[in-house]
């Protein structure tokens, strides 16, 4: 059983940044596809970025591109979002998430097996 724990989230102001740490409690990540989701209030919890196990392919929703890049540490035991030029349309809940999705499903949230409990993540105009 992987344990996941999300941390970094905070209140920011338009144009800041955050970066958001998700680290494995109870084994390795290094056999598992990692990703980022989000919920906004109100909203279902979407793709944000995935990385896949050997750390060389990423993959980001539209609007984050440019701005978010997703990796992961050598040892495979946490993963990174670094969040840039944040806007109030980023504002919500951060879930790290694990699993072994097949590359057509890597944006879909009920391919992984593990989540975390979330952090959350509030932009201010």
């Known amino acids: 059983q992987v344990q996941l724990e999300e941390s970094g989230g905070g209140l920011v102001q338009v144009g800041d940044s955050l970066t958001l740490s998700c680290a494995a409690a109870?084994?390795?990540?290094?056999?598992?596809?990692m990703a980022w989701f989000y919920q906004a209030p109100g909203k279902e919890r979407e793709f944000v970025a995935a990385?896949?196990?050997?750390?060389?392919?990423?993959y980001y929703k539209d609007s984050v591109k440019g701005r978010f890049t997703i990796s992961r540490d050598s040892a495979k035991t946490a993963v990174t979002l670094q969040m840039n030029r944040l806007t109030p349309e980023d504002t919500g809940v951060y879930y790290c998430?694990?699993?072994?999705?097949?590359?057509?499903?890597?944006?879909?949230?009920?391919?992984?097996?593990?989540w975390g409990q979330g952090t959350q993540v509030t932009v201010s105009s």
């Open positions: 990385i896949r196990r050997s750390g060389g392919y990423t």
């Open positions: 998430a694990a699993g072994r999705p097949a590359l057509s499903a890597i944006r879909n949230r009920d391919i992984y097996y593990y």
């Open positions: 109870g084994g390795s990540l290094s056999t598992y596809d």
